[in-house]
């Protein structure tokens, strides 16, 4: 993404007075980064033809625009048009929205390692949290220890499960289990699929009879995003055996170029509904085009950021400890509630990911800058828990009084005194600039009431 930004931006900022040579020169640069985010030459070839008519035979004032504006203008044509791209709306794939009361079955096909094991609990985890009754089904007899993996996960999530230790056909397995959710009324049957390495004759077949067995309304293909080119190519294949209505994008989170998944969609003319961002179960969401150019093209996405901060604000905990702030009030244990909030809410890297500027600004590297935020939280709560009641509800000017007490939680906590002052420094300075803030604001209504 970063590469994106920074060709579009030199070649802006480079581009002279001729608005056909500054246009040519931006999708030269802009070309040679989307391919090497892995978008497929023979759609950036034909993106490159469709801006250029656009910026310029579109409307000859171009030409004539402001550098900024035109600047402007030229992001947003790049933008509209990668959207395009994915967004299949005027497809003939309707969106599929499953209708309550009745048993809609959904089949997952995809490589082994795609992921999709992980992603069916996460589905299902969503559906369930929209009021459907739902459940898993474990179809994979090929991998030993597949049915183990879902069971674990459907428990975690509360979710009822079905599979077999002994049963060594898929297809029967995934008939009884969609059987018997349907005659319990199930609304939603998720049915998981084994994978294999490669491509073989033999998984499409066991998917062809899995399918015919259970009918799906809807067939999911799970893309790993870290695939690269390879992703148009599998995509088209699985198409052939399978007709599946939507594409569910998992590990968006590593360093995926995501360019990749351009090409699958339009390879299989098909669009993507979710992408998985983590391991965990909640790491999921809906996809967006947009959210998904703006990071691939280094815009940031203020969007996803806007929600993250709107969650916190309904927080309970996050208004308490903004009144205690507000009162001037604060103690370790609201230091260390924001914390938790802050990492709660994803992880610092995601959210440099979300802000313009802000990665590049970190030097770049979100999978370090991860690695030591996620090892900076761990550290900060195992110092917290070692301090005792007394310690957590004051304001930390009782270390400096009687510094053995650092030594006792350095101790406790597997760190050192330094790491200990550090974190009670770290918390006063957070203090002081609350401080100032509200001294400045009370000045501000100061000068407020004196006019
Ligand atoms: P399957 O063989 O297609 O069923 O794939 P699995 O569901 O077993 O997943 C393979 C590996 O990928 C596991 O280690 C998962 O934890 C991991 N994984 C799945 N989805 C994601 C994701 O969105 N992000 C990350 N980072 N890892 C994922
Ligand atoms: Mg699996």
Same mark, same amino acid.
């Given at each position: ?9 030199g ?29 497929n ?6 993106l490159?033809?469709?801006? $250029? ?46 209708r ?11 490589l082994? @390692?795609?992921g ?7 589905l ?10 739902? @459940?898993?089904?474990?179809a ?19 979710i009822?499960?079905?599979?077999s ?34 491509q ?30 390879v ?9 052939e055996?399978s ?38 179960i ?8 947009q ?18 901060m ?6 309970k ?20 509630k924001?914390m ?28 370090q ?26 304001? @930390? ?10 030594? $006792? ?5 597997g ?37």
């Open positions: 993404g970063k590469k994106i930004s920074n060709a579009v931006n070649a802006l900022n480079n581009s002279n007075d001729d608005f056909v040579a500054s246009v040519d020169n931006m999708l030269k640069a802009i070309s040679t980064a989307l391919l090497q985010n892995d978008v030459i023979k759609l950036v070839s034909s490159r033809s469709s801006i $250029r008519n656009k910026l310029i035979n579109g409307s000859s004032d171009n030409a004539s625009l402001p550098q900024q504006q035109r600047k402007n203008l030229i992001q947003k044509t790049v933008f509209d048009e990668l959207c395009n791209l994915i967004d299949c709306k005027s497809s003939t794939v309707q969106e599929f929205k499953p309550k009361r009745t048993s809609n079955v959904i089949m997952f096909v995809g082994q @390692g795609a999709k094991t992980t992603t069916c609990t996460k299902a985890v969503y559906y369930a949290s929209k009021g459907f009754k739902v @459940g898993l089904v474990c994979d007899t090929f991998r030993a220890g597949a049915f183990d993996q879902l069971k674990q996960n459907a428990i975690k999530a509360n009822p499960f079905y599979g230790y002994s049963e060594p056909s898929p297809v029967k397995v995934a008939m009884e289990g969609v059987a018997k959710f349907k005659k319990e009324k199930f609304e939603i049957i998720i049915v998981d699929t084994s994978g294999r390495h490669q073989e004759e033999s998984l499409f077949e066991e998917m062809i009879e899995i399918s015919n067995a259970v009918k799906p309304n809807q067939t999911l293909m799970v893309l790993d995003a870290s695939i690269g080119q992703a148009e190519q599998q995509a088209k294949a699985f198409k055996s007709d599946f209505g939507s594409i569910i994008l998992t590990k968006m989170d590593g360093h995926a170029k995501g360019g990749g998944a351009i090409s699958a969609v339009a390879a299989s003319q098909t669009p993507i509904s979710f992408i998985g961002t983590g391991e965990h909640h790491d999921f969401e809906k996809f967006s085009p959210s998904f150019i703006k990071k691939m093209l280094g815009l940031g996405d203020i969007d996803s950021l806007k929600d993250m709107e969650s916190v604000k309904h927080d905990v996050a208004q308490e400890v903004q009144e205690n702030m507000r009162q001037g009030k604060l103690t370790l244990l609201d230091f260390r924001q938790e909030m802050v990492s709660r809410m994803g992880s610092m890297a995601k959210m440099t990911q979300a802000i313009p500027g802000l990665s590049d600004m970190m030097g770049g590297n979100s999978e800058l991860m690695q030591s935020t996620n090892q900076m939280f761990k550290t900060l709560f195992y110092i917290m828990d070692s301090m005792t009641k007394k310690e957590l509800n004051s304001d @930390g000017s009782i270390f400096f009084k009687e510094p053995s007490r650092m030594a $006792r939680v350095a101790r406790g906590s760190t050192s005194v330094g790491e200990v002052e550090g974190l009670i420094q770290q918390f006063h300075q957070m203090g002081s600039m609350m401080n100032s803030n509200a001294q400045r604001k009370l000045h501000q209504e100061d000068l407020m009431a004196a006019n």
